[in-house]
């Protein structure tokens, strides 16, 4: 019976490492997500791991050969509990997989704002300023109803540059 067990590899060589191990036969997964950064000014999706430095490899106890995931290239170690390595269950694989691909969704394909949430500016020219979420305005731009110099004013910033005010 197929087991998932937890691998964990050097620092950003989980690439690296699921490749290799791929390359002897053996099955994996490494969970990834997306993530929203700034770079040069602008906001980028990057894919990032789930869980930096850690993969799941399916073996069969008995079966499968576990020494030579250790010297693999990529790879530090398995995860071990005393003198068993750790194991991970079907159901628990199945779930990360879902959670996985909400997280690689596009970034402002659905915003998560509603009319009316109130917002707080964290970035750009209305750093500070709290504020009422209206509605999208493109795939990466919100328009906002801020309170200045006594009346709301229409302002339309990017939609990373907001968050739910406290």
């Known amino acids: 019976m197929h087991h998932w067990y937890v691998v964990q590899t050097k620092?950003?060589?989980?690439?690296?490492?699921?490749?290799?191990?791929?390359?002897?036969?053996?099955?994996?997964?490494f969970p990834k997500m997306a993530e929203a950064k700034r770079r040069r000014q602008r906001w980028q999706k990057i894919i990032e791991p789930l869980f930096p430095r850690y993969l799941f490899v399916q073996l069969a106890r008995g079966i499968d050969d576990f020494a030579p995931i250790r010297s693999t290239l990529g790879v530090l170690n398995m995860?071990?509990?005393?003198?068993?390595?750790?194991?991970?269950?079907?159901?628990?694989?199945?779930?990360?997989?879902?959670?996985?691909?909400?997280?690689?969704?596009?970034?402002?394909?659905q915003p998560a704002w509603r009319p009316g949430d109130k917002v707080q500016v964290v970035e750009g020219a209305f750093t500070?300023?709290?504020?009422?979420?209206?509605?999208?305005?493109?795939?990466?731009?919100?328009?906002?109803l801020l309170d200045?110099?006594?009346?709301?004013?229409?302002?339309?910033?990017?939609?990373?540059?907001?968050?739910?005010?406290r």
């Open 79 to 109: 995860v071990r509990f005393g003198n068993e390595p750790a194991t991970i269950s079907q159901q628990a694989i199945d779930t990360i997989h879902r959670q996985e691909q909400i997280l690689l969704g596009e970034p402002g394909d």
């Open 11 to 29: 620092p950003q060589k989980e690439s690296l490492a699921v490749a290799n191990l791929e390359r002897q036969g053996y099955t994996t997964y």
């Open 128 to 144: 500070g300023l709290n504020g009422v979420f209206e509605k999208a305005s493109g795939t990466e731009r919100v328009i906002i």
């Open 148 to 165: 200045m110099l006594g009346r709301q004013n229409r302002v339309t910033v990017e939609t990373h540059d907001i968050v739910p005010a």
